[in-house]
């Protein structure tokens, strides 16, 4: 089974969160026009400008959140806040060298922040540190045992050591702290599959689906495992509505062809494996 990036990043927030968050920046811009001779009023707009960050954030707008976060940290180099938030916004872009220098940062600042930790833990872990990963979540635990993503991402980087039944009791804290997490039960689902449990990882990537019927690959996933079960008929709607809602990508191309070598159907698979190369597939295609 293959084991892909989950979509752990926050979907996109409601209609207009944007606009909020562009409003603020504008806002902050005209304010810092004003005198900043106090370490006060600086303290201020950095505020406003993580404020504004945040909001970036969660519209799904990594380059203005940047810009804001960068902003804030200019004007209050020493805001534990401002740091986490940077460093947020840097694994958002997937730059998770700098995401770990800032949230290292942030630690220095203020090493009772739980969210300074989970941060670096999740830049460490992205960086195939998982061992580190691990030390930054534990600690953020300690801080805080709500930190449903420090579960998360403790389960993630378990999983990846082969600490499988650990990563499942984590995986466990995380969903009954965040019941609806989409990330947390694709991820298992694809744990329970590695490990041949194939009904457990149906369930999970069910679940995920329900949350979230427009996560293309978990339907690919639920496939995988469908036709690992023997239900390779069944499979192929799943292939189909993964392809319906992500037509560039190989994976559900490549994955129908297995499906349809299962049903004894050579002139389908041929059709679904040519497709898949003149995607980019670059898997094992020997069918």
């Known amino acids: 089974m293959t084991k892909t990036n989950s979509h752990e990043n926050d979907r996109p927030s409601p209609r207009g969160q944007k606009s909020t968050a562009k409003r603020r920046a504008n806002d902050a811009s005209k304010s810092s026009s004003l005198s900043l001779d106090g370490a006060e009023n600086k303290r201020e707009l950095a505020e406003t400008f993580c404020e504004s960050g945040a909001d970036a954030l969660l519209g799904g707008d990594v380059d203005d959140a940047l810009d804001n976060y960068l902003r804030a940290v200019k004007l209050d180099p020493n805001s534990s806040v401002a740091r986490a938030g940077l460093a947020r916004a840097f694994l958002a872009d997937e730059r998770y060298k700098r995401a770990f220098e800032e949230a290292d940062r942030a630690i220095k600042l203020d090493a009772s922040s739980s969210q300074a930790y989970e941060l670096r833990g999740h830049?460490?872990?992205?960086?195939?540190?998982?061992?580190?990963?691990?030390?930054?979540?534990?600690?953020?635990?300690?801080l805080d045992r709500r930190a449903y993503l420090a579960f998360y991402g403790r389960a993630v980087a378990r999983d990846m050591i082969g600490e499988v039944e650990a990563a499942l009791e984590d995986f466990k804290a995380c969903l009954a702290l965040a019941p609806e997490f989409v990330s947390a039960y694709y991820d298992r689902g694809a744990l329970h599959a590695n490990a041949g449990r194939?009904?457990?990882?149906?369930?999970?990537?069910?679940?995920?689906?329900?949350?979230d019927p427009t996560f293309a690959h978990c339907y690919?996933?639920?496939?995988?495992?469908?036709?690992?079960?023997?239900?390779?008929?069944?499979?192929?709607?799943?292939?189909?509505?993964?392809?319906?809602?992500?037509?560039?990508?190989?994976?559900?191309?490549?994955?129908?062809?297995?499906?349809?070598?299962?049903?004894?159907?050579?002139?389908?698979?041929?059709?679904?494996?040519?497709?898949?190369?003149e995607l980019g597939f670059e898997g094992d295609d020997d069918l």
């Open 123 to 142: 830049a460490s872990r992205l960086l195939e540190k998982y061992e580190d990963a691990i030390r930054d979540y534990d600690r953020a635990l300690e």
């Open 198 to 211: 194939f009904d457990d990882a149906i369930a999970d990537y069910s679940r995920a689906i329900e949350l």
């Open 220 to 277: 690919v996933a639920r496939g995988e495992a469908l036709v690992e079960r023997g239900r390779a008929r069944r499979a192929l709607a799943d292939f189909d509505e993964a392809i319906k809602l992500d037509p560039e990508n190989p994976d559900g191309y490549y994955y129908r062809a297995l499906a349809w070598r299962e049903l004894g159907n050579p002139s389908a698979m041929k059709r679904d494996m040519q497709i898949a190369r």
